[in-house]
């Protein structure tokens, strides 16, 4: 940028200094626009103050990492809270691409209590799929900014261990194959990536013990990783608005009856751990492990969990950066904002 205390040479000469005009429509405009921007970041003020040098865990999905101008959009999110003094680190899974590179090879793709059934040939494309191509793409965009993403695997330096749990459908445990439960959580590699001001981007997948490899709940492993960082938040981003007072009549639940749309719905804008707990019976399969994760991780000692819209770009700023904020906050039972 040219510093506007040194005049630009202009070989012509000068014919004198011009008449100054009034300010046309179009500059007051400009005007009001640039003030409008300004209140923007002084109402960001406090929460960067606030948040400067603290960890956020972002988990990654639904429609956000299939439409392209929402992707790049979050890309640019996690730029900015770094630039902001913030240390943000990326989970991700990838199940809409792991179904369709199966679909590809001829598998089907079958689920169980919203779990997919992982057998050792699904799990080779699940670990190809989501180290080998999401956490690479995920990583690529991030760095079309600048040198800041390092893309990890669970399995790197133990960062997930796991173990093999089942699904329960209709009260019966059912076996599901490679799906595994998130055991311990090793952040000493991430510590040091952060500390030099690298962004991690990790996909969810775990080792076991016995040296096999596990599929796992992107959800459930942001949460863990949120608890042993010390994160102060975790953000989920996912394909409503947050959740729903009045679920399941809400816009994500069924029709009101008679074919008709669902009625609008208010979304919940902070609920504790407490009353979270009570509502997850009534919640849907898909929002189930999403406000689970949420509770896991406040009740682990993450002040603020947050499920967002993700098919609103730069939600992740406006949660972040604002007073109002959007989608649903929850909060220990005793506090924690």
Same mark, same amino acid.
């Given at each position: 940028?040219?510093?506007?205390?040194?005049? @630009?040479?202009?070989? +012509?000469?000068?014919?004198?200094?011009? @008449?100054?005009?009034?300010?046309?429509?179009?500059?007051?405009?400009? =005007? @009001?626009?640039?003030?409008?921007?300004?209140?923007?970041?002084?109402?960001?003020?406090? #929460?960067?103050?606030?948040? /400067?040098?603290?960890?956020?865990?972002?988990?990654?999905?639904?429609? =956000?990492?299939?439409?392209?101008?929402?992707?790049?959009?979050?890309?640019?999110?996690?730029?900015?809270?770094?630039?902001?003094? $913030?240390?943000?680190?990326?989970?991700?899974?990838?199940?809409?691409?792991?179904?369709?590179?199966?679909?590809?090879?001829?598998?089907?793709?079958?689920?169980? &209590?919203?779990?997919?059934?992982?057998?050792?040939?699904?799990?080779?494309?699940?670990?190809?799929?989501?180290?080998?191509?999401?956490?690479?793409?995920?990583?690529?965009?991030?760095? +079309? /900014?600048?040198?800041?993403?390092?893309?990890?695997?669970?399995?790197?330096?133990? $960062?997930?261990? =796991?173990?093999?749990?089942?699904?329960?459908?209709?009260?019966?445990?059912?076996?599901?194959?490679?799906?595994?439960?998130?055991?311990?959580?090793?952040? &000493?590699?991430?510590?040091?990536?952060?500390?030099?001001? +690298?962004?991690?981007?990790?996909?969810?997948?775990?080792?076991?013990?016995?040296?096999?490899?596990?599929?796992?709940?992107?959800?459930?492993?942001?949460?863990?990783?949120?608890?042993? !960082?010390?994160?102060?938040?975790?953000?989920?981003?996912?394909?409503?608005?947050? !959740?729903?007072?009045? #679920?399941?009549?809400?816009?994500?639940?069924?029709?009101?009856?008679?074919?008709?749309?669902?009625?609008?719905?208010?979304?919940?804008?902070?609920?504790?751990? &407490?009353? !979270?707990?009570?509502?997850?019976?009534?919640?849907? &399969?898909?929002?189930?492990?999403?406000?689970?994760?949420?509770?896991? =991780?406040? +009740?682990?000692?993450?002040?603020?969990?947050?499920? $967002?819209?993700?098919?609103?770009?730069?939600?992740? $700023?406006?949660?972040?950066?604002?007073?109002?904020?959007?989608?649903?906050?929850?909060?220990?039972?005793?506090?924690?904002?």
């Amino acid at each position: 940028m040219r510093d506007p205390a040194v005049p @630009a040479l202009d070989p +012509r000469p000068s014919p004198g200094p011009p @008449a100054r005009p009034g300010p046309a429509a179009g500059q007051r405009t400009s =005007a @009001a626009s640039a003030l409008a921007k300004a209140a923007t970041l002084i109402e960001a003020l406090p #929460w960067l103050d606030r948040f /400067h040098g603290q960890t956020v865990v972002i988990k990654y999905g639904g429609h =956000a990492m299939s439409d392209e101008p929402l992707r790049l959009a979050f890309a640019q999110d996690v730029v900015f809270l770094r630039y902001a003094g $913030l240390r943000p680190v990326v989970v991700h899974g990838g199940g809409p691409q792991i179904s369709a590179h199966l679909e590809r090879l001829g598998v089907a793709s079958t689920f169980a &209590a919203g779990l997919r059934v992982t057998t050792p040939e699904t799990m080779d494309v699940v670990r190809m799929v989501l180290t080998g191509q999401v956490n690479r793409d995920v990583v690529g965009l991030i760095n +079309r /900014h600048g040198p800041f993403a390092v893309g990890m695997s669970g399995e790197d330096a133990n $960062l997930f261990t =796991a173990s093999r749990r089942a699904a329960v459908v209709d009260g019966e445990a059912v076996d599901i194959g490679l799906v595994g439960e998130i055991d311990t959580v090793d952040v &000493a590699a991430l510590r040091v990536l952060l500390g030099d001001g +690298r962004v991690p981007v990790i996909s969810s997948v775990a080792r076991g013990a016995g040296g096999e490899i596990y599929n796992v709940n992107a959800d459930t492993a942001a949460a863990a990783l949120a608890v042993a !960082l010390g994160a102060a938040k975790l953000v989920v981003l996912t394909d409503v608005e947050g !959740l729903y007072a009045d #679920w399941p009549t809400g816009p994500s639940g069924p029709p009101a009856g008679n074919g008709a749309a669902p009625r609008p719905a208010d979304v919940i804008s902070m609920l504790t751990a &407490a009353d !979270l707990e009570r509502l997850l019976p009534s919640l849907s &399969a898909g929002m189930t492990p999403k406000m689970e994760a949420c509770l896991r =991780a406040v +009740r682990g000692g993450v002040p603020q969990a947050h499920v $967002l819209d993700g098919r609103l770009p730069h939600s992740v $700023l406006l949660e972040i950066f604002t007073d109002s904020g959007i989608g649903t906050m929850v909060i220990p039972d005793g506090g924690g904002q």
